[in-house]
C-alpha cells in the first residue's frame, strides 16, 4: 500500500468512527433543528392564537393579563408577523415563565416554564432548550460548540475522501446506482455528502460561533448594546409610548420586542427590525428609551454599526436559514433531512463491510483447516 493510500484510509477511519460514535447526537441535533426552523408557526398554531394585529398593538393588553395571573413581566416579543400572539418572560416568586399571550384579545392562552414542560408552548420550548443546550445549561452549550467543531471536521474529511477526479462529478453526484447493496449505499452516502457539504458546514460553523459569540465580541469590532440598567428610578411612560419613542428614532423600524424595566430602573430596551436585516422575525436595532422623559438615551441601529456587530448579527439567521428567506429555512431543512439519510447509509456501509470481513475470515479459516485436513 503507498503512502497516498495509506494516508486516505487513516482518513476513512477517522471519518468513519466520528459518525459512529458522534451519530446519534448530530441525529438529534439535526431533527430539533429542522423543527426549530418552523417552531415559531407551530407553536401559534399549537395554543390557537387568533386573529392578527399591528406588532405592537396588543402589548399593554399582554402586560396587563400577565399580570392578573401574579407574575411580573420582564419581556414581550411578538409572534408571527403580523402579530399573532405574544412570548412574555415573567417571574413568579423567582421562578421564570413564559407566557403565551393572544394578540387581539390578551387572553392567556398558555404557561409554562422558562425551561420548558409538558404544555403546549412548553415542548417547544424544551427542543429549543435541547437543540441549544441539551437540557444541561451552559456546559450542555459548550458541548453542543465542541460537538459542533467534530461535525465540521468530519464533513471536511468526506469531503476530502470523496472528492471526485475529473470529468467524475455528475457521475458522482448522479450516481447510476450498483446492484450490490454495499456499493449502492456507498455511492448514495458519497453523493448525498457532497451535495449537503457546503451548508452543512456553514450550519456547523455557525451554530459554534453563535454559541461562543462572547469570545467574538471581545475580538471583534462592535457597539455597546443598550441596557435597561443604565438608568435607575421608575418609568413614568407606559411601554407604548416607549415603543412610539423607538419608532419615531428609527421610522423603518418594526417593533419585534420590548425588554421591561427591572424593579429600581426606568429604562425600556425596544428592539426593531429595520429593512435590510438578516434576522426574519426579531430585529436586532435597539433603543434604550428614558422611562421618565420618553427621550432616546442610546440607539443601536444596524445600518450604521460596525463590521463585526453585523457579521455576529447574521450568525442566527445563516444557522436557521432565515436570512434567505422560506428558501432559506426549507434548504436549512432539507439539510437536516438529508444529514439523517447520510448517517443511516454510512452505518449501514460499515456494518455490511464489518459482515462481510467476518465472512471473509470465516472462509479463510475453513480454507486453512480443508488444507490442514488434507495433508493429515
Same mark, same amino acid.
Given at each position: ?64 393579563? %400577565?399580570? +392578573? ?21 415573567? $417571574?413568579?416568586?423567582? $421562578?421564570?415563565? @413564559? ?111 453563535? @454559541? ?17 440598567? $443604565? ?28 425588554? +421591561? ?7 425600556? %430596551?425596544?428592539? +426593531? ?8 422575525? +426579531? ?34 439567521? @445563516? ?58
Amino acid at each position: 500500500m503507498n503512502a497516498a493510500a495509506l494516508w486516505r484510509r487513516r482518513l476513512l477511519g477517522i471519518h468513519r468512527w466520528a459518525g459512529i460514535l458522534l451519530g446519534s447526537h448530530w441525529l438529534l441535533l439535526a431533527a430539533s433543528g429542522c423543527f426549530l426552523v418552523v417552531h415559531r408557526e407551530v407553536e401559534i398554531a399549537a395554543v390557537g392564537a387568533g386573529a392578527a394585529v399591528a406588532p405592537e398593538a396588543g402589548v399593554e393588553r399582554a402586560i396587563a393579563a %400577565v399580570r +392578573l395571573t401574579g407574575a411580573t413581566p420582564t419581556r414581550v416579543m411578538v409572534q408571527g408577523d403580523p402579530a399573532r400572539a405574544y412570548r412574555v418572560f415573567a $417571574d413568579r416568586d423567582g $421562578d421564570p415563565a @413564559i407566557v403565551m399571550v393572544d394578540a387581539a384579545s390578551g387572553a392567556v392562552l398558555d404557561t409554562t416554564p422558562a425551561g420548558g414542560g409538558t404544555s403546549r408552548s412548553g415542548w417547544v420550548r424544551a427542543i429549543y432548550k435541547f437543540h441549544q443546550q441539551l437540557l444541561l445549561g451552559g456546559a450542555g452549550e459548550s458541548l453542543v460548540g465542541i460537538s459542533g467543531l467534530f461535525l465540521l471536521v468530519t464533513v471536511v474529511l468526506g469531503v476530502k475522501i470523496g472528492w471526485p477526479a475529473r470529468r467524475q462529478w455528475r457521475a458522482t453526484l448522479w450516481p447510476r446506482l450498483a446492484n450490490n447493496p454495499r456499493f449502492k449505499l456507498q455511492q448514495l452516502h458519497r453523493s448525498v455528502g457532497l451535495w449537503i457539504a457546503a451548508p452543512l458546514m456553514l450550519s456547523a460553523v455557525t451554530g459554534m460561533a453563535t @454559541i461562543w459569540s462572547s469570545g467574538l465580541r471581545a475580538i471583534l469590532p462592535v457597539a455597546t448594546s443598550p441596557a435597561a440598567a $443604565d438608568l435607575p428610578g421608575t418609568p413614568a411612560i407606559s411601554p407604548s409610548a416607549a415603543i412610539q419613542a423607538a419608532r419615531a428614532a428609527l421610522p423603518q423600524g418594526k417593533f419585534s420586542r420590548i425588554d +421591561l424595566p427591572p424593579t429600581g430602573e426606568r429604562g425600556y %430596551v425596544v428592539h +426593531l427590525r429595520q429593512p435590510g436585516e438578516a434576522r426574519a422575525f +426579531l430585529g436586532n436595532s435597539r433603543t434604550l428609551i428614558d422611562g421618565g422623559s420618553g427621550a432616546v438615551v442610546q440607539l443601536r441601529d444596524t445600518a450604521a454599526l460596525p463590521w463585526g456587530d453585523r457579521v455576529i448579527d447574521s450568525l442566527v439567521p @445563516i444557522h436557521n436559514g432565515e436570512w434567505l428567506g422560506w428558501a432559506g429555512r426549507m434548504v436549512t431543512m432539507l439539510t437536516g433531512l438529508s444529514l439523517l439519510g447520510l448517517a443511516g447509509s454510512g452505518v449501514a456501509v460499515w456494518a455490511l463491510s464489518a459482515r462481510r470481513k467476518r465472512g471473509s475470515q470465516a472462509k479463510a479459516v475453513t480454507v486453512d483447516f480443508a488444507a490442514a485436513e488434507s495433508k493429515s
